[in-house]
């Protein structure tokens, strides 16, 4: 996908360091392996090193050049497990609760991220998206500018005449349930960030109901009207409008009817779903019925590095895929 290629060109270029955990995971190696190849970041993998090796070896994939750091044996350990101290001792956790949660490589891995010893991280081949999001926002910590940690996936569509030549972002689909206006608002500004940083275009963004410019009526509509009127005032920059439905966001015949005077309708590229229902359905509909598709992430977002979560039922390459979008992000 020529999309794809520009984001892996582009992460090329840009030459980060990139850490995995979940070292044991083949999956985890060998898009280690791959990401390695084809240079679109330098793979940082942490854990323990012998079973990693013993791993690659039974299936016959290569390490060769790819650094390893096991967490046990580090000489960042202690400070690590002092700045967990530090970050969460106000809520309660002891001096050795903080050595064994910096012992553990996910979060061992979102400490190097914090410090700045990798660019971002990768995960969630086994941990759980709910585990790879406390250490981002225990870890890493949330972006002031947008207020909540969200997620979103990258979409491209092979052929598609509708977005950026078919690419898209769209959120939050994985981790805020029912974000309050406030919340959608910060999910906005994200996602817009995210999409500049991907396609490199203007984030043209639609906030999404089953109603458009008041055409119907009720809590949901307001919830979206509100976050409309809340995102325009913070984020005055940022091009945007709502509420709508989704073929008016896209389709420009569509919006010329419902919507004519809307900046937003019929050009949207970043499409911002009311709740996770809708966005999780949304973009699993797309994945799955449309040809030539693709759906990268969950990608973490709204936090102060960049950091992407995965489906634990995901193949090697969507990790290749993640690391590169994750190389390309400044947050």
Known sequence: ?????????????????????????????????????????????????????????????????IEIINPLKSKNLDKFANEFFQIRKHKGITEAEALATAKNPLFYTALMTRFGDVDGFVAGTVETSANVARAGIYCVGVDKSAGTL?????????????????????????????????????????????????????????????????????????????????????????????????????????????CPDSPVGGKANVLIFPDINSGNIAYKIVDRLAQDSKAIGPLLQGLAKPCSDLSRGCKWEDIVDAIAITAVRDK
């Not at 898209?168 to 999910?187: K, M, N, T």
């Open 1 to 65: 996908m020529q999309l794809l290629e520009k984001i892996r060109e582009k992460a090329r270029k840009r030459n980060r360091r990139i850490a995995l955990p979940e070292v044991e995971d083949v999956r985890i190696l060998r898009a280690a392996q791959e990401a390695a190849a084809l240079k679109v970041a330098k793979i940082v993998l942490v854990g323990d090193e012998e079973k990693a090796k013993a791993a690659a070896k039974a299936n016959s994939v290569k390490l060769d050049g």
């Open 150 to 258: 969200s997620s979103a996936f990258a979409i491209v569509i092979e052929g598609c005449k509708y977005g950026e030549e078919g690419g898209f972002v769209f959120s939050d689909c994985a981790v805020v349930p029912d974000p309050s206006p406030r919340q959608l608002a910060g999910i906005a500004y994200s996602s817009g960030n995210l999409f500049r940083f991907l396609f490199e275009k203007e984030p043209i963004v639609a906030l999404l109901s089953y109603s458009t410019k008041g055409s119907a009526s009720g809590p949901m509509v307001d919830k979206v009207v509100e976050a409309v009127r809340i995102a325009k005032e913070l984020y005055p920059n940022l091009k945007l409008d709502g509420e709508m439905q989704v073929d008016a966001a896209v389709d420009a015949g569509v919006a010329k009817k419902k």
